[in-house]
DNA sequence: TGACACCGTATCATAATATGATACATAAAA
DNA sequence: TTTTATGTATCATATTATGATACGGTGTCA
């Protein structure tokens, strides 16, 4: 089989790790079929290594219909993560006063290689979508939090990012034109703070602040969602704003930035 | 080495899992040694598993101290489990309306075996311990969640519970007899809701009710953490306890039971 | 400065472990 | 009923993981 390297990767690791991330938010839960089909593995490995995972309580499994799901280990793993991200124990308290502040719902993003990663959701009043979004992976440069790190980024690398990152189509609104994106970071640049109008959502206003660390770039920012019915873009500049950028700012000194990096393929999903 | 059983257990992913499970809220970031002294593997096999956990983007690595990290992807997973779970959906727009109602710090709590699991949490004001608990898991018995769900099982089931199940002491105020723990059950089978001061920090009171499924078990209960300073148990009883079951009730009757289980061991952490 | 201990990294011959083809059983579909 | 699909179990083979060993770098104690 493709041994992806040397004697120091271990192919069944790695294949297990592909089942796990063969569940997403269309695939809930799944037969020992389409656990095959999805991670491209053969009926027999499928099997022991989903048999593993099960023993070892990463996989729940329904007994009537077979099907595996995933397990509250998921969840404990995400609390590992919360402990050794230095930015979240900095940032929640600043944030829960923000979200109590504004009355709308907050969020904490980071920059994962060319995507965004949410962090933590602090959410207010009926959120549209109230699915949670904790965890969940987008394209930097289709984000209002992606452009604001972006902006904080030196010019070349700036560009090259703009020029090569990938792009996704959300809605019909999604600008899709590279021009445009650099046209909204450059205004980020300028302002400090980058906006974005139904980006992933129809009628969705996001606007994003950087946190900026010791080394002058940003790794993370605060974001802010609210509708564009009850929402201009001039009331967002005069009230929320303010306070969002007072909230980065304070997050802002006290971060130790975060250097390590996975070297994992940039999925294109 | 201690294969688990049969030609269906690949040994390597259960170790490559072991090394994930070696970070928690105490040990955030690992050197290989950490590493393979927590694991309880050897050097050679934790070099290899933790150097493919890392071309696989499940660890991130300090260039410099070449420690070792979680990585995003671990929020990743939790974003997949939080669509896996049918109760999530269901719940948390309802459990926002509740926490904006209230004021006060709600959380979603599920049964794992003889632990719960903290699936969602709903902050307001100033959190005393602002840190997030997703995905945290605490012994059934010593939680208000916990004895609240245990009020709803048969009374076979719930004694033997109360006589097997882990207790942990985590205040001096933490309840270690059984016997106590027994009445606090028993009077949570009348009443249809916990109360526990306390047991996990000192001065918080713990208010839980239980979201009961189609075959009246509860699997998950909403809860509630007050400060003993600012609450007395009455209060809570007269402006919170009522919300706090129509919030429960709202949730109840259009649950699907969770019926799938993972046989892990019962870990007495 | 040198000696020592610790840690991360790399290599390699060996055998233990994972492999995947195959077969059986059960359940769903025709 | 027959047919198809899916979950489960078995087994001989060689591919894959193993772990002992060695090397280079760094920090610590004399």
């Not at 770039?217 to 929320?240: F, G, L, N, P």
Request: charged share 20%.
């Amino acid at each position: 089989m493709e041994s992806k390297q040397n004697t120091l990767y271990i192919a069944s690791l790695a294949k297990g790790l592909r089942l796990l991330r063969a569940f997403d938010e269309g695939n809930t839960e799944l037969s020992l079929a389409e656990l095959a089909q999805r991670s491209g593995l053969d009926k027999s490995a499928t099997q022991r290594l989903a048999n593993t995972l099960y023993m070892e309580g990463m996989l729940d499994k329904d007994p009537d219909t077979r099907r595996f799901r995933p397990s509250h280990a998921w969840l404990q793993l995400a609390y590992a993560y919360y402990w050794s991200d230095p930015l979240v124990g900095q940032a929640i308290p600043k944030l829960i006063d923000l979200a109590q502040d504004l009355g709308e719902t907050v969020n904490l993003a980071e920059i994962s290689g060319d995507h965004i990663v949410y962090v933590s959701r602090l959410p207010c009043k009926r959120t549209y979508f109230a699915a949670t979004i904790i965890g969940r992976r987008l394209p930097a440069l289709s984000t209002s939090a992606g452009r604001a790190i972006l902006s904080t980024v030196p010019e070349a690398e700036r560009n090259a990012a703009i020029d090569t990152w990938p792009i996704r189509k959300f809605t019909p609104g999604t600008t899709t034109d590279r021009a445009q994106i650099r046209d909204s970071i450059e205004q980020a640049v300028v302002d400090g703070f980058a906006i974005s109008t139904g980006q992933m959502i129809l009628n969705e206003i996001g606007v994003a602040t950087p946190i900026i660390g010791h080394d002058g770039r940003a790794h993370a920012a605060v974001q802010c969602s609210v509708s564009a019915h009850t929402w201009s873009r001039e009331k967002i500049v005069q009230d929320i704003l303010p306070k969002l950028q007072d909230t980065a700012n304070a997050i802002s000194p006290s971060f130790q930035p975060y250097r390590g990096t996975a070297q994992g393929p940039s999925d294109p999903d």
